[in-house]
């Protein structure tokens, strides 16, 4: 079964929380905070294998979660973080978001693009004691991976296509000009999958791909053709594989020639590429003369004609050697364009600052590291609470409220959605000072609020 186009849903792992934790040995009661920091959790990772030809596995199971970090331990062990999930994916595999965003196009083996990423680790204990903490009661939690929805979709990496109505004989000539063997058959429709083989003329080595399912209407979703339609995208020559030979009363083959013209055009962005016409089956006395017959118009349209068979193989040579002689131009024109894609990664874990927003009755702050310090909090834990109001100070979010117009008791949110965090601000808390011991787990500045 082959498949062309799936939606994956992506989850990454959650990062482990730190240890909160204190060093005991007999004589030392106080031996200092050893609570280790929380694992890393895994990516989902998508990496571009030759030894894929179909997103099928996708298809069947397009859940994949990667394994979350280990939490951490006394005496500084730090969890493990959680293993990569790597994804398999055929060269050609476009990423989109759900918004239909190019995210990333993977084309060369070995490239790699994170779909969603593990969340941090928290630290434990002992990476957050200071001067002023020298021994905290508290830790961070660790930070949930991202989940993420997208649409992968297979272009074929070939430098020829093969277009032409069904039967015209595309298989057959690919199975003469490569080692490909596809499925033929004198009926429509015998390739449901766009088939590559590999050809070598002269010093050139190039690929060609048959596209199935072309007919007139295919743009529009007519037969199978707006479903490979992709797949000629990425070629750099087009080869019109016309029927000679046809016993269809209605048909004839620039008329043919003019549908498949029409249906390429109506797709759209091949504009640019150069095209060949084949006209196939001249191994049938009637296709010869009728192939005969039609060149000369094919040469007054200003494209390259040749007469060839795939039985017989005669006009194979001349026709292969002017096909390597328009890639070999089209590769020294786009190999820079080609070297030259791009692919978009997200934002890394603290990139931005923040943003305050009014709206209403409710003052909003957001952005990546406070909603990341907000998630990593154990906001049943007073010490745990009055460290996250100092970072918030040193980053300046206080004055930034004062700027927005905030008074005392005003609501304030970080974050937006279901997740966010919401408050009664109080700038009367006193943020920044030294002495806020008090039994581990507790600060003095919250006593009563």
């Given at each position: 079964?082959?498949?062309?186009?799936?939606?994956?849903?992506?989850?990454?792992?959650?990062?482990?929380a730190g240890c909160t934790s204190?060093?005991?040995?007999?004589?030392?009661?106080?031996?200092?905070?050893?609570?280790?920091?929380?694992?890393?959790?895994?990516?989902?990772?998508?990496?571009?294998?030759?030894?894929?030809?179909?997103?099928?596995?996708?298809?069947?199971?397009?859940?994949?979660?990667?394994?979350?970090?280990?939490?951490?331990?006394?005496?500084?062990?730090?969890?493990?973080?959680?293993?990569?999930?790597?994804?398999?994916?055929?060269?050609?595999?476009?990423?989109?978001?759900?918004?239909?965003?190019?995210?990333?196009?993977?084309?060369?083996?070995?490239?790699?693009?994170?779909?969603?990423?593990?969340?941090?680790?928290?630290?434990?204990?002992?990476?957050?004691?200071?001067?002023?903490?020298?021994?905290?009661?508290?830790?961070?939690?660790?930070?949930?991976?991202?989940?993420?929805?997208?649409?992968?979709?297979?272009?074929?990496?070939?430098?020829?296509?093969?277009?032409?109505?069904?039967?015209?004989?595309?298989?057959?000539?690919?199975?003469?000009?490569?080692?490909?063997?596809?499925?033929?058959?004198?009926?429509?429709?015998?390739?449901?999958?766009?088939?590559?083989?590999?050809?070598?003329?002269?010093?050139?080595?190039?690929?060609?791909?048959?596209?199935?399912?072309?007919?007139?209407?295919?743009?529009?979703?007519?037969?199978?053709?707006?479903?490979?339609?992709?797949?000629?995208?990425?070629?750099?020559?087009?080869?019109?594989?016309?029927?000679?030979?046809?016993?269809?009363?209605?048909?004839?083959?620039?008329?043919?020639?003019?549908i498949i013209e029409k249906e390429?055009?109506?797709?759209?962005?091949?504009?640019?590429?150069?095209?060949?016409?084949?006209?196939?089956?001249?191994?049938?006395?009637?296709?010869?003369?009728?192939?005969?017959?039609?060149?000369?118009?094919?040469?007054?349209?200003?494209?390259?004609?040749?007469?060839?068979?795939?039985?017989?193989?005669?006009?194979?040579?001349?026709?292969?050697?002017?096909?390597?002689?328009?890639?070999?131009?089209?590769?020294?024109?786009?190999?820079?364009?080609?070297?030259?894609?791009?692919?978009?990664?997200?934002?890394?874990?603290?990139?931005?600052?923040?943003?305050?927003?009014?709206?209403?009755?409710?003052?909003?702050?957001?952005?990546?590291?406070?909603?990341?310090?907000?998630?990593?909090?154990?906001?049943?834990?007073?010490?745990?609470?009055?460290?996250?109001?100092?970072?918030?100070?040193?980053?300046?979010?206080?004055?930034?409220?004062?700027?927005?117009?905030?008074?005392?008791?005003?609501?304030?949110?970080?974050?937006?959605?279901?997740?966010?965090?919401?408050?009664?601000?109080?700038?009367?808390?006193?943020?920044?000072?030294?002495?806020?011991?008090?039994?581990?787990?507790?600060?003095?500045?919250?006593?009563?609020?």
């Amino acid at each position: 079964m082959f498949v062309d186009q799936v939606i994956l849903h992506a989850k990454a792992g959650s990062g482990g929380a730190g240890c909160t934790s204190v060093h005991r040995e007999k004589y030392k009661p106080l031996g200092g905070p050893d609570g280790g920091n929380g694992g890393k959790g895994g990516d989902v990772v998508l990496l571009v294998d030759n030894n894929e030809t179909t997103l099928l596995e996708y298809h069947r199971h397009p859940h994949q979660d990667a394994p979350n970090g280990k939490p951490g331990q006394g005496s500084h062990n730090n969890g493990a973080n959680g293993e990569d999930l790597v994804l398999s994916v055929p060269a050609g595999t476009v990423v989109y978001s759900m918004e239909g965003e190019i995210l990333a196009d993977l084309i060369n083996p070995g490239m790699k693009y994170i779909v969603a990423q593990g969340g941090a680790g928290g630290l434990g204990n002992a990476a957050l004691s200071s001067n002023k903490r020298k021994a905290p009661g508290f830790s961070l939690l660790g930070e949930p991976g991202d989940i993420n929805d997208v649409k992968l979709e297979l272009k074929s990496l070939a430098d020829v296509a093969l277009v032409g109505f069904p039967s015209a004989g595309k298989s057959s000539l690919v199975s003469v000009i490569s080692a490909a063997k596809p499925k033929i058959a004198d009926y429509p429709f015998t390739t449901l999958v766009p088939n590559l083989g590999v050809v070598k003329a002269g010093d050139v080595t190039f690929t060609v791909a048959d596209v199935p399912g072309l007919i007139e209407g295919a743009s529009a979703g007519k037969g199978l053709g707006l479903d490979f339609l992709r797949h000629i995208e990425r070629c750099a020559v087009l080869v019109h594989v016309i029927d000679c030979a046809t016993l269809e009363p209605d048909r004839d083959p620039l008329q043919d020639l003019d549908i498949i013209e029409k249906e390429l055009s109506l797709y759209g962005g091949l504009e640019d590429r150069p095209r060949i016409v084949v006209l196939n089956k001249i191994d049938v006395p009637e296709a010869r003369e009728l192939a005969q017959m039609i060149l000369p118009e094919i040469h007054a349209r200003n494209l390259e004609g040749y007469l060839i068979s795939a039985v017989s193989r005669e006009g194979l040579k001349e026709f292969l050697f002017a096909v390597a002689e328009l890639v070999v131009q089209w590769r020294k024109t786009h190999s820079q364009d080609e070297n030259a894609r791009i692919v978009l990664r997200p934002d890394g874990v603290g990139a931005l600052g923040f943003q305050v927003r009014h709206d209403g009755n409710r003052y909003y702050v957001t952005g990546n590291k406070v909603e990341r310090w907000i998630r990593q909090t154990d906001f049943s834990n007073d010490e745990a609470v009055g460290y996250l109001a100092d970072r918030f100070q040193v980053l300046g979010i206080e004055e930034a409220l004062r700027k927005a117009g905030a008074k005392p008791g005003a609501e304030v949110a970080i974050g937006e959605g279901e997740n966010a965090v919401i408050f009664d601000w109080d700038p009367g808390i006193d943020t920044g000072v030294k002495n806020v011991r008090g039994p581990r787990g507790t600060d003095i500045r919250l006593d009563g609020r």
